[in-house]
């Protein structure tokens, strides 16, 4: 097809680089017609695309996409979140009036459990429940209460070592499990054991809070501000592994605190990376990559290392290196760069603490984002998709010139030929009005002409005979004659050449009668019209 | 003792009671406060491999075939042990009680070896590292070196031709030697593979770094080779017939056990346990 188009291109091409050819072919002239039509209409269509910005529709389309996952992201994020710190609050205070209930039997204040390990098993144990129970209500991934006390203060460990209660859902993304996954990951086995529930592989007894601001970060913000509620202190550590363990998880702790405001612990909620992951793993069919983070904000920079991820297996390679993330002004999208690694994406503030919270200075962000490649790479497909587009367009467009323009102009050319020819009257019919009226017209019109030609034929011979007649004219009588031609009247010719009047008319009667005229009046006629025709039969 | 006396489970039930009276004697004081040494994973798969070692099968038309000599054998030396107090009658995992210090030895699955931890923690908090040694199944005095293979292995469930191309492909990559031992070495789980396990796997052990699954992997070589693996024919309702198969041995033996700790307060071991275990056989027979 194309080969053909270029022939026919070469053709015409030729037929309009011809020297001496002045004039084109009517087909080469209404396939530029068409040609030019064809180019300006496509023009004009890439003019609309530049204008209404359809080359970075590309673009516009991954922010549009990527701002509605954000939304959707940091909404759930911020709604998941709530609803944990009002659960960890309430935990809190449940295992406080739970524990001061048991404090009173006994007579050992919360306060003073460091000084009585021999009954940290029994407080522990009778607390199982209500732990157990707090984490099958709360979606979450673990739950945990940390007492500041030690079952064996003679350690060389005690100093760092608290005795508490962690148990984990292995399968928190399971609903309504017929058959829970729980597991102890710090606990007395004893108290495992009596519920029926495994030691987790990294199990330890006790908590080791040498460097854990889950413990100590709600610990000391409540002994800063007792006049505080439970609701302005609970704290959301960054990603962290407890020691001796490998999992990576947020944890939301409240401080553990008496009614007479005394500080005995802390209890919390976990989200494990993978449930974080599970439930907001970003639903998308156009990045593979595009993932979700949760991240502290750090004077304008993210540390990946602290961040929750659900999504694309870059962030995950990347998470490993524990880089930091600088994120640049926002053109289309913020980017978030370091050394080896670019991303674009948007990002949200969200809000994990109310207002007065002895956190609130801690800014975390909700960010949406893809590896830059891939939204380069997303946009050029598309612009060279539609730039394709448009010169299958170009071409057909000129396919459809070429082969209108021959169409158009066959059956005239062939109009044009039937006019050619001899006999219009029983010409064929072109279908089209205009050169069949042609026809028609020419065939009528021929004839009249005809008509007259041959008319004008019979005259000629006429006025030839006369031009004939005129040299058997004598001498005398030509004298009279010019003087006629000259448009003289008979008494002038008389007086010119001194004659008689009598004379003149003997004359007249031999020219008439010599030229086959009747009268002076036909005589004049034929040479006026000898004169209209151009013949001069005088010499001047 | 050795670990070599551990081959046999006559041995390794004289082991137990070897260590029961030893730990016993750590407090004089306290009578009969000796400590366990062994546990078995799974005291249904460990019946199937008893008896056909000894010849017999625990499963004989889709029910349980407990009036064997083989199954006295097999019931003798868990249920006298356990209620001895030799071997542990726990609903859990053999590993959870080998953190603690509680037992000292047990049989399981391949898998469960990366849940054993390096440290054993006492009920005083206070911890010891630990090392785990890993030998071949034991046999039965007399019996057949047989082990189970038994897993859940893998299926395709129906679906879109795509799918199931997608999980064919995945199953052929999975089961590449090569990534066949990446997964063994990380997981415990054998190979199912010959080629996997043959020479390949002997080239690769000495390449491991993880002590553990080193130990493991040349167990399972020498098993390969010495052992006949027993996969026992999977029915509907084998589940369910486990189930009831072990809790019903474990309430069975915990009920002996307490009472065999009242009478032995009056009675001399011997004495107690036979007090303890008088028709117990049958009426745990007659639950079936």
Known sequence: MIKILLTRLGHIKNKINIPGNQTLPMDTRLFLLFSVLVLTIIAGVVAILFITGTFTAGLEESKRLVENELNHSSSAISRQYGELSVQAIDFSRELTRSMEAESQRTGIPLNKLADHPEILEEVISAEFERALFTLQKSKSSGVFFILNATINPALDKAENSRAGLYIKNMEPNIISSSSPNFIVLRGIPSISRQNSLPLHTQWKMEFDVKDAPYYHRPLEAALANPDLPLSRLYYWTPVTSLPDSSEEVMLCSVPLVDSKGNVFGVCGIEISSMLFKLTHLPDNNIFNRLFCVLTPLKENSMDFHQSMFAGGYSARILSRGGDILNISDPSTFYTYSHKDNSFLGLHKHVQLYPEGSAFSDEKWLVAVMVPEKDIVNSITTLNLLLIALLMILVIAGIIAALVLSRRFLKPINEGLDIIKSADLSSAPRTKIAEIDNLIDYLAVHNQELYEKARQENLSLSILDEFLENTKELSPAERSVFDLYVKGHTAKEIAEILCLSINTIKTHNKRIYMKLNVASRDELLLYINMLDEIGIKIIDN | ?288
């Open chain 2, 1 to 288: 003792m050795t670990l070599e006396d551990l081959k046999t489970f006559e041995e390794l039930f004289k082991t137990a009671d070897l260590y029961y009276e030893w730990t016993d004697q750590q407090t004089p004081d306290i009578a009969n406060d000796g400590k366990m040494f062994f546990m078995a994973d799974s005291l249904f798969n460990a019946a199937l491999i008893g008896c056909k070692q000894l010849g017999e099968d625990l499963i004989q038309g889709g029910a349980l075939n407990l009036k064997s000599p083989a199954y006295e054998k097999i019931w003798d030396a868990y249920y006298k042990s356990a209620v001895l107090g030799y071997t542990a009658i726990y609903d859990g995992y053999a590993t959870d009680l080998a953190k603690t210090g509680d037992i000292v030895c047990s049989t399981g699955s391949t898998a469960g070896v990366s849940f054993f931890s390096p440290t054993v923690t006492y009920a005083d908090n206070t911890s010891e590292p630990a090392e785990l040694s890993i030998l071949p199944y034991p046999v039965f005095e007399n019996g057949k070196p047989v082990a189970l293979q038994r897993g859940a292995g893998m299926c395709v469930i129906k679906s879109s031709p795509e799918k199931e191309r997608a999980a064919a492909v995945f199953l052929k990559w999975f089961t590449n030697p090569e990534n066949k031992l990446r997964f063994v070495v990380s997981t415990g789980y054998i190979p199912v593979t010959q080629a996997a396990f043959g020479e390949l796997m002997t080239k690769k052990i000495e390449d491991i770094e993880d002590a553990n699954i080193k130990q493991l992997l040349q167990a399972t070589r020498t098993m390969q080779k010495e052992y006949e693996f027993y996969t026992p024919r999977l029915f509907t309702g084998i589940d369910e017939l486990q189930s009831q198969y072990e809790a019903q041995l474990k309430e069975i033996a915990a009920s002996s056990r307490s009472s065999y700790l009242e009478y032995v307060s009056s009675l001399d071991t011997q004495a107690a346990y036979e007090a303890a275990s008088q028709g117990i056989l049958n009426e745990f027979i007659e639950r079936f």
